[in-house]
């Protein structure tokens, strides 16, 4: 096995549908970890990559068993900043909005816009911890800009920036969604990354959203309505492609969790410090840990 330093921070990825395992990895053992918040989506996958510590996550378990609203995200990010994560990759499936994004293209989104109903739990915070973090720019720049070169390598076409609108599913979008969406100007719809970024914002995680379109959504009314089955054959296609850029990326990603990310928690805190409650302060503290020592 070889050594990694331990200043080395790990990597998280959270892989997306069609994508459940990573190719590559060495030295691989499940971490199972329970949490203030409930059950992660499955174990953690844990091995080395390229000289590094990564733990991987199938966002919807192994065998695509949870549905989006069915998501525990606390639950997923607690458990990978728990094990030292500091920077993740968020893989996933998306429809496209608008015609130049194309089936099995990549786009890199720098917003979110949300329209889910489940926002009070998107964070960590409450029960006497108050904490107001910015999330102007939700996506970390500098990852993003190392997951686009890696994409580039492969041969793709990667579209830099956009919007990824977040809804809660399961069911796809109807005409008059799908098009309201895209008269909006946002250009990809999703089910499932926007809480992700929020925690691990929250986490003081860089993150950075890898988005495989799959189809249309169905605003295009010259293709067929998306269905499951149409967009198989696209997430097979995504999901080793997937594969290939975080193989690549990874070894790109710093050692040092050095960037602005992770120091998100600088201003944030609001409540006096000694009017932290000890019960929260215990359930947060791989969150907040830095502030307790």
Not at 68 to 80: D, G, K, V
Not at 175 to 182: F, H, K, V
Not at 208 to 227: G, M, R, S
Not at 257 to 282: F, K, Q, V, Y
Request: proline residues 5%; hydrophobic residues 40%.
């Amino acid at each position: 096995m070889s050594a990694i330093s331990p200043d080395t921070a790990a990597i998280g990825v959270i892989g997306g549908s069609g994508l459940y395992e990573i190719d590559g990895l060495e030295n691989v053992e499940e971490v199972r970890v329970t949490t203030p918040f409930g059950d992660p989506s499955d174990a953690l996958i844990s091995g080395t990559l390229g000289g590094r510590q990564v733990y991987f996550l199938p966002r919807h378990a192994r065998g695509h068993r949870i549905m989006p609203s069915e998501l525990n995200h606390r639950a997923n990010i607690w458990a990978l900043k728990s094990v030292g994560v500091r920077w993740i990759v968020a893989v996933t499936a998306v429809g496209s909005l608008q015609e130049e994004y194309q089936p099995r293209h990549v786009l890199l989104p720098d917003q979110f816009f949300d329209r889910t109903s489940q926002r009070r739990n998107n964070t960590f915070f409450g029960d006497g911890i108050v904490a107001h973090i910015a999330f102007a720019d939700p996506i970390s720049a500098g990852l993003r800009a190392l997951l686009g070169e890696s994409a580039r390598k492969m041969g793709l076409t990667v579209h830099d920036g956009g919007t990824y609108v977040n809804m809660d599913g399961p069911a796809f979008s109807t005409r008059a969604e799908s098009e309201t969406n895209r008269k909006l100007g946002f250009d990809v719809i999703g089910m499932t990354n926007l809480p992700e970024a929020k925690l691990a914002r929250e986490a003081e995680i860089a993150l950075a959203t890898l988005a495989f379109i799959t189809d249309y959504d169905c605003w295009k009314v010259d293709e067929e309505p998306v269905t499951v089955q149409t967009i198989i054959e696209h997430l097979m296609a995504n999901a080793g492609n997937a594969k290939k850029i975080v193989a690549d990326v990874i070894q790109n990603i710093p050692a040092m969790p050095d960037w602005p990310e992770h120091s998100a928690l600088e201003n944030a805190i609001i409540t006096d410090r000694s009017l932290w409650p000890e019960e929260t302060m215990e359930k947060l503290r791989p969150i907040i840990g830095r502030f307790l020592a």
